[in-house]
Structure formats: C-alpha cells, structure tokens
C-alpha cells in the first residue's frame, strides 16, 4: 500500500502501454487497432540476442507500426550497444526509446544523441538491479522503467518483490518535483493491476494479458478502469515525452 506521502504523487491516470512482443505478428496492423483507442502509448519490445537471449524485432517493423497508429512509439531497448542504434530507431519512427542501466552505466553520452534525434529519454533496470544505479540520472529523464520480470521473454509471472521499488522511484520523483514517468512492465494483469498503481506507476505496460485475450481493446478498458480505482480518480494523463530545461 502507498504510504500517505505517495498520496501527493497519485494524482495522474495510469496510461496503459500494450506490448506489442505479445500480439500477432502476421497482424500487427489489426491488434493495434483493436487496442488504439484504450491505450495511451505503444510499447516496442526490442531484442538482441545478446543482452537478453532472445532476438525480437527492429527498425523495419517499427516503421510498419509508425504507419498504422498515431499513439507514440516507445522503444525498450533490450540490446547491449543502444547507442549504435538510436538513429535507426529515430528514422522509424519511434517517439521515444528505453535502453538499460545494465547496457549503459552512464547514459548521459547518449543523452546528447536522444535530444538531436528528438527522442525522449527512457531509462530501465532490471528486477534486480538496486535504485541507487539510475537515481544519478532521474533528473535527465522522461521515463523510468521498472522490470516486474526478468527482460527477454513475454508471459513471465509478476514480481511482486518489486513493487517497493517502484514506490521508491516515485517517491524519488515526487520529492524532486521531477517530470519523468514510472512505467512498470512485467505480468501487469487484472490481479496485479491495482498494487502497481498503488505503488505509483504511471504507465503500465501490458503484453499477454491484452494480446493474448479474445477482445485485447476491453481488457486494456479494465486495466485502466482498474487503476484508476487504485487511484481513486486523481490526476490528468500527460505526453510520455516532458519538456526539459536542460
């Protein structure tokens, strides 16, 4: 539960981010339609082979989904050289990208790159990974992920061990009057969707649970609904990308 501090901190909607890693790839152009308008932002998983053992998709598929949706575009960079590749990235199409702590320690040589190619900054970290290795670069940044699973794989059950990390980041956040948001991923469903607001995300990212149901756009509709409950209806939804005075 949200110590009474966080209360100040609840005050946006959750925005629902589905995972694409998770929809039919043969038709990807129909599961973002179905989904469009309950979501909020599109969320790319993208996969080298390297930093996770799995191998996902890139630039070319990106640019098919920039085609079909107006929603933004964010990248979760899932690759050990991010930097080589942000350009690409950017030529797609996407509105944003996410690369790992774990792949870069010092991400600020590649802020200079996101604000040249109109990226918005995103920073992850593992399930393991402690807080104190992003907390540095909170104040350079549009978007915290925090991993709920192990990166690499879809269908991972949810680590609820997390969750106190997730309110650390939003504390952090609130206590700094800083812009960025906290995005979750990792086995966001109906049974887990309420402790996750609660904890203070603000996007919540989505994969099997929306994919994998028979109508993808009326579960997102409940996992909104839901965290909005746990958030007693605060707040106003805001761009994922912020503006920066630095």
């Known amino acids: 539960m949200a110590t009474p501090e966080m209360k100040v901190r609840l005050r946006r909607m959750v925005k629902i981010a589905p995972s694409v890693l998770s929809a039919d790839f043969a038709h990807l152009a129909a599961a973002i339609e179905a989904v469009e308008t309950e979501s909020d932002v599109i969320h790319v998983d993208v996969m080298d082979g390297h930093f996770v053992p799995n191998i996902s998709i890139g630039p070319p598929v990106v640019a098919s989904l920039r085609r079909v949706t107006s ?7 899932m690759i050990s050289d991010p930097g080589a590749y942000l350009d690409a990235f950017a030529d797609a199409g996407a509105d944003s990208c996410t690369i ?5 320690p010092d991400p600020t040589v590649l802020f200079e790159r996101f604000d040249a190619l109109g990226l918005g900054r995103g920073l992850a970290l593992d399930p393991d990974t402690p807080f104190e290795c992003i907390e540095p670069f909170l104040d350079r940044v549009d978007l915290v992920l925090v991993m709920t699973v192990q990166p690499g794989f879809g269908g991972q059950s ?20 800083l812009p960025a948001e906290v995005e979750v991923d990792g086995g966001v469903s109906a049974t887990t ?7 203070g995300a603000d996007i919540l990212v989505a994969g099997s649970a929306v994919f994998g149901a028979s109508e993808p756009g009326r579960v997102a509709a409940e996992l909104r609904a839901l965290a909005a409950e746990a958030r007693s209806g605060r707040g106003a ?9 630095a």
């Open 71 to 77: 929603l933004p575009l964010d990248c979760h960079l």
């Open 100 to 104: 790992h702590i774990e792949a870069v």
């Open 158 to 177: 949810f680590r609820e061990d997390v969750l106190p990390k997730v309110e650390r980041c939003a504390t952090y956040l609130r206590d700094h009057d």
């Open 193 to 199: 969707v309420r402790r996750v607001a609660d904890a």
């Open 237 to 245: 939804r805001r761009p994922i990308k912020q503006q920066r005075t």
